[in-house]
């Protein structure tokens, strides 16, 4: 699994299970703050406490979501939506 394969990562408790590019799912039994840390700088953003997007996958950012190319909607935390708009802004 390399890194431009994973879509999103999805967080719950003591678990992260990674949707990939092919369709599939891989858990983890890691938390995601874990993947966080390690993803971090790598094109990577945890932007609501149970997800971390990969920016090559993005479509587009509306208000308070990431809608990906796979057609799923990420939520972003009011938290984190002013980091989350600077992060996607660098990017693109």
């Known amino acids: 699994m390399t890194l431009s394969n994973i879509v999103k990562i999805e967080g719950d408790r003591n678990y992260?299970?990674?949707?990939l590019?092919?369709?599939k799912t891989k858990i983890s039994s890691k938390t995601l703050g874990y993947f966080e840390e390690i993803l971090e700088g790598k094109g990577f953003f945890r932007c609501h406490r149970s997800f971390i997007v990969n920016y090559h996958h993005i479509n587009k950012m509306q208000k308070d979501a990431f809608l990906l190319k796979d057609l799923s909607t990420i939520p972003i935390?009011?938290?984190k939506k002013t980091n989350a708009k600077a992060?996607?802004?660098?990017h693109s």
Request: hydrophobic letters at 35%; aromatic letters at 28%.
């Open 21 to 23: 590019l092919d369709g």
């Open 77 to 79: 935390s009011r938290r």
């Open 87 to 90: 992060w996607f802004n660098k």
């Open 16 to 19: 992260s299970s990674f949707f």
